[in-house]
């Protein structure tokens, strides 16, 4: 949401590459101060207590989008052709929005694997996620690993609000249902495993939008909390995760 | 008589063959002890008998009754309670009302009669407590009764445990590691409290590695080495077994 | 006489106060925003119930009170003359519907406020057990997540579908009425007697949960929520009592609806929503997680300010900070049971203070 919000405003006075770039580097910094304010200096907290510190941060930020923005509903405009214009591949006719939303979200996955696969820093964060002790004790900070793991959901948050708002518009509340979306994805492709959870993000688009089948538009907010009841309760470790993932379970 | 017969149960967890087709019989009224260097599957074997855990194969008969397949609180019900190795006390309770959980078992009162309480629940609750009371004076904490029981020493905190046990009034009562953390004059105590418990009636089978302790009051005592028995017999005999010997102290070579 | 009963004496004398005060001041309209807070007070304790003595969390408490207090509007506001039919007929007969007239002087058939009601709480208890079963055994922030889960799905059916009023939600509600000829109505004749009514369910309400604390599955329950495997170990069905549990905050919740509904007149699928349940929660936390009175309080003192429009436009977020606040610094709440031992401990171990009180 904020990623979305904040490019359109500076879309107002920069080009649309700069307004993205600096609204996604305004909400890492804004990732970064709520690890820092609200997380790090908690001893031990249980995932519990940070779910919920969590969802009071993000009332907080959603408070406090309202009273910057109010209750408008902002896009930026569309990166190539309109609303109207759509590429014709192969017979389908599909909107330019579209292939930069599957090009950036590609990018940013590959990104994201080099990154934790070949670079230093990377390995370092799957280290701490593996066994946090043990790679204290290798001189690794774990403290930064936590507000570096933020920062870099928040950007990829950001990018995706900023290249999507073109086509689902964003409000000041527009973040809660994604969140939820993107906790089911996350559940539904098995935590640590990012790759599965792009594959269960596109399972999840393509079972809510033919939901429309069988059950009412209304209900297809729906869906996805339903399906993520359901992976809950049969098996939370995921589609493609790992159930050491899910021992997570016991907090 | 038998109370506890364990028969042939195997457990694996993964590569790890924790249980391998144990058997041994308890007899009523005795005090059987389970012992064995560390990582013998003690633990195990005391969480697959009470419930804890199924075992993969084999049969659990508890006073004629099979009940491998029941879970703890079914297992509590027919008269098997047991303490843990860590001491589970309730915090943010007393040391009174941790005993009084204990009867549980033996009280009807649910969330009706709980809620618009309901004639019958005042005399039951009265009786529970009465009983509590005994309890804790027959272990000697009576003076303890309104104490947060987590705030009590070590040693203290023990006999809170196996005095609600004890309040479930169990047929079988299954100790783990009760000495651990005592010291001398603590064990002896403990040994003291646990031949009084079976003079009471009740059968008991511990796990220990207090050798002086085990020795003293066992009437039997059971043998395991990774997982498999490897002696069941008097305290004095189990002293002089060869492969006893050799599992804790080593071959000479 | 058990020491919580003079407690219960003494907060009716705080009510009866209060009603007092504002017939002396002449400000008796205050009496309106503090019946609605009874009634939400009564989700509130419920939920307390299930937070701080069962040990489960719930993000969607406001689900069952939508529940409640939809299916109580619905039948209520239905009307069934133009479904004459076998069951219409002998529902007639037996006295379950009620003739009555709209505000436009039109006649309506709809269901007795009673077996709405009834039908609104087995319903509730119906889905509690339903979903309850396998979300109760789903540990901490997954636990959190499906409830939160829950109550959003709740919140899109009362919005999405039409007969359930969608977005404007279902008004021209009718009475509640009880026997002795009072009526729980938004009327402002009628303002003293409702505000009475509305707390004396919450204090009966307050009197069966004491009670319950006090018994035998209180006692179960604490030891549930200190200690789970030992306490099964002990013969004590945790997952049943747990689920006992959650259905009955969800009935507290569902009957809140019901009346509250009732008193205003209508709902709307805000009642459903998130905003709602984390305000549940965050009185709950404020209160002391596992403090009856503690919650009630707080819930009388930050409902009432909320529905007087003190937090203005900042309503949602006072409690999303609260609840921020509480999971910081305190996430055992506020008003602990034992914070008055706490505080007398801390004070007596001040090498330079006096001593403890």
New interface residues.
């Given amino acids: 949401m904020l990623g979305g919000m904040i490019a359109v405003t500076l879309n107002g006075f920069l080009p649309i590459p700069l307004a993205i770039v600096l609204a996604v580097i305004l909400t890492t910094i804004v990732g970064a101060v709520i690890e820092i304010a609200?997380i790090r200096w908690?001893y031990k907290p249980?995932?519990?207590?940070?779910?919920?510190?969590t969802?009071?941060?993000s009332?907080?930020i959603?408070?406090i989008a309202?009273?910057i923005w109010g209750e408008s509903v902002r896009a930026l405009p569309y990166f190539t052709g309109s609303s109207v214009s759509s590429i014709n591949l192969g017979g389908v006719y599909i909107s330019s929005q579209v292939l930069w939303v599957i090009g950036i979200g590609a990018l940013a996955v590959a990104a994201l694997t080099a990154f934790f696969n070949l670079t230093m820093l990377g390995r370092q964060m799957r280290a701490c996620a593996a066994n946090r002790d043990a790679a204290r004790l290798c001189g690794i900070d774990a403290g930064n690993m936590v507000t570096l793991s933020f920062m870099i959901s928040a950007a990829i948050g950001a990018i995706g609000g900023a290249v999507v708002c073109p086509i689902t518009y964003v409000q000041y509340d527009s973040g809660?249902p994604l969140a939820?979306k993107g906790?089911t994805v996350a559940i539904l492709g098995g935590l640590g495993n990012s790759t599965a959870a792009v594959g269960a993000g596109m399972i999840l688009g393509i079972l809510e939008s033919f939901s429309i089948w069988v059950l009412?538009?209304?209900?297809k907010?729906?869906i996805s909390?339903?399906i993520?009841?359901g992976i809950?309760?049969v098996k939370?470790s995921g589609i493609f995760g790992s159930a050491e993932a899910a021992r997570l379970?016991?907090? | 008589m038998t109370l506890l017969s364990v028969r042939g149960i195997s457990k694996r967890f993964g590569g790890l063959q924790a249980v391998n087709d144990l058997s041994f019989d308890i007899a009523t009224g005795s005090i059987k002890a389970l012992i064995g260097p560390n990582g013998a599957g003690k633990t195990t074997i005391f969480n697959l008998i009470s419930g804890f855990l199924p075992p993969d194969s084999g049969e659990i008969v508890f006073g004629g009754a099979e009940i491998q397949a029941l879970s703890s609180c079914e297992v509590a019900v027919r008269g098997m309670v047991r303490t843990f190795q860590h001491i589970r006390l309730f915090p943010k309770m007393t040391v009174l009302e941790n005993i009084m959980v204990g009867r549980h078992v033996h009280s009807r009162a649910g969330f009706l009669a709980g809620m618009l309480n309901l004639p019958f629940t005042w005399k039951e609750e009265r009786r529970i407590r009465e009983k509590s009371f005994e309890i804790m004076e027959l272990l000697g904490i009576v003076d303890h009764a309104g104490t947060e029981a987590i705030s009590l020493a070590y040693g203290q905190q023990r006999v809170v445990e196996i005095g609600r046990a004890l309040a479930c009034e169990p047929k079988l009562l299954l100790l783990d590691e009760p000495a651990a953390g005592l010291n001398m004059r603590e064990t002896n105590g403990m040994g003291a409290l646990i031949s009084r418990i079976r003079d009471m009636g009740v059968t008991v089978l511990l796990v220990e590695h207090d050798m002086s302790l085990v020795m003293k009051i066992s009437d039997e005592v059971v043998v395991v080495s990774y997982g498999e028995k490897i002696a069941e017999d008097r305290p004095l005999a189990i002293q002089k077994n060869r492969e006893v010997i050799r599992v804790y102290l080593g071959d000479d070579e | 006489m058990a020491r919580r009963y003079f407690t219960v004496a003494a907060f009716a004398g705080l009510i009866v106060a209060i009603q007092l005060a504002t017939l002396a001041t002449g400000t008796a309209y205050y009496l309106t925003q503090l019946t609605m807070t009874a009634y939400y007070s009564l989700v509130i304790v419920g939920l307390c119930m299930l937070i701080g003595y069962a040990g489960q969390?719930s993000?969607g408490h406001a689900g069952f009170f939508a529940i409640g207090g939809y299916v109580a509007a619905f039948l209520t506001t239905w009307d069934l003359k133009s479904h004459q039919g076998a069951i219409v007929s002998l529902l007639s007969k037996s006295g379950a519907l009620v003739s009555r007239h709209d505000v436009y002087g039109g006649s309506l058939l709809t269901v007795h406020p009673w077996l709405a009601c009834a039908a609104a709480v087995l319903l509730t208890v119906a889905v509690a057990y339903l979903?309850g079963g396998?979300?109760l055994?789903?540990?901490?922030?997954?636990?959190?997540?499906?409830t939160?889960?829950?109550g959003?799905?709740v919140y899109?059916?009362v919005?999405?579908?039409e007969f359930l009023g969608?977005a404007d939600g279902i008004s021209e509600v009718p009475g509640f009425p009880l026997p002795g000829g009072l009526l729980i109505t938004g009327d402002s004749s009628s303002r003293v007697s409702n505000y009475y009514l509305a707390w004396g369910v919450v204090i009966l309400g307050m009197i069966l949960l004491l009670n319950l604390i006090h018994s035998r599955i209180g006692r179960a329950l604490g030891a549930v929520h200190g200690a789970e495997d030992a306490a099964e170990a002990m013969g004590i069905p945790t997952a049943r009592y747990k689920l006992h549990t959650f259905v009955l905050s969800a009935v507290f919740a569902a009957l809140a609806g019901v009346l509250l509904t009732h008193y205003n007149g209508g709902i709307g699928p805000s009642e459903a929503g998130?905003?709602k349940s984390?305000r549940y929660?965050a009185i709950v936390a404020i209160g002391g997680m596992a403090n009856l009175w503690g919650a009630l309080s707080m819930s009388l003192v930050l409902n009432y300010l909320s529905l007087r429009g003190y937090f203005g436009?900042?309503d949602?977020?006072v409690?999303?900070?609260i609840?921020?606040l509480i999971?910081?610094f305190a996430?055992d709440g506020l008003l602990r049971r034992h914070l008055l031992s706490d505080l007398k401990r801390i004070v007596s171990r001040d090498p330079e203070g006096e001593e403890a009180p």
């Avoid at chain 1, 249980?46 to 510190?53: D, E």
């Avoid at chain 3, 055994?137 to 499906?146: E, R, S, T």
């Fill in positions: 609200f908690l249980s995932v519990l207590r940070m779910v919920i510190i969802i009071g941060v009332i907080l959603r408070e309202l009273h809660t939820i906790f009412p538009t209304a209900y907010e729906a909390i339903a993520l009841l809950l309760f939370p379970k016991e907090f | 969390i993000l979903v396998p979300i055994k789903l540990k901490g922030h997954y636990l959190a997540m499906a939160l889960g829950i959003i799905i899109r059916i919005l999405g579908t969608a998130v905003m984390v929660v436009t900042y949602d977020a409690f999303g900070v609840l921020i999971m910081l996430p």
